[in-house]
């Protein structure tokens, strides 16, 4: 009788694990270490890191210009917050590419997701707080429509957990800035566009 050696154990003990793991549907276990993932999953990364990416952009302006307290500190939150969201994602992203998962639509249309305005008009705004949140709460409402998408859809549990975050926190500054653009509303020329006065969104 052939003895199996100490060292061969672990080695069939490893491989028991992998045929038993992989006896799971092939599309939800295509990324091991993130616990499944899908082509929603990597077309979400991919639509909302440049969208990350350009709210910093906004945000940097807004650390330089910004003309009270509540916009600069928003803008400094914007700017680390959205920083730390970019490195996650980066990392899952990379997992699902490394794991064969192809990227697939998020289905969000272009003009949902906010960023139909140019960010270097913040350079020479005046007044900036205004104009700057006016730019903010639509980008925002894209960064939710697009989160709300990957929560529905999307399956690495990491990406679904940061899209609940993204929705929790930009529906936050979303009411934080009607609050403080109505407040603004008498220098500023005029009540807030749409939505102004119906309550908190989050």
Excluded: Y
């Amino acid at each position: 009788m052939r003895l199996i050696s100490a060292r061969t154990l672990p080695a069939l003990a490893a491989a028991a694990t992998l045929a038993v793991a992989g006896c799971g549907d092939d599309e939800t276990s295509s990324s091991k270490s993130g616990g499944g993932g899908n082509g929603v999953d990597r077309a979400f990364v991919a639509d909302m890191i440049p969208h990350h990416e350009s709210a910093i952009e906004m945000a940097k302006i807004a650390q330089q210009r910004g003309e009270s307290a509540f916009v600069k500190e928003l803008a400094d939150d914007i700017s680390s917050s959205q920083s730390e969201e970019i490195a996650t994602m980066r990392r899952e992203d990379e997992a699902l590419d490394a794991a064969g998962v192809k990227r697939g639509s998020l289905g969000v249309p272009d003009h949902m997701k906010g960023m139909d305005h140019d960010a270097a008009k913040l350079k020479s705004a005046d007044p900036f707080d205004a104009a700057f949140i006016k730019m903010m709460i639509p980008h925002h409402e894209g960064a939710v429509e697009m989160a709300k998408v990957e929560l529905a859809k999307g399956e690495d549990r990491e990406l679904k957990a940061l899209a609940q975050d993204i929705i929790d926190a930009q529906r936050r500054e979303i009411s934080e800035m009607r609050e403080h653009l109505g407040g603004a509303a008498s220098s500023d020329g005029g009540a807030p566009d749409e939505e102004h006065g119906s309550g908190h969104s989050g």
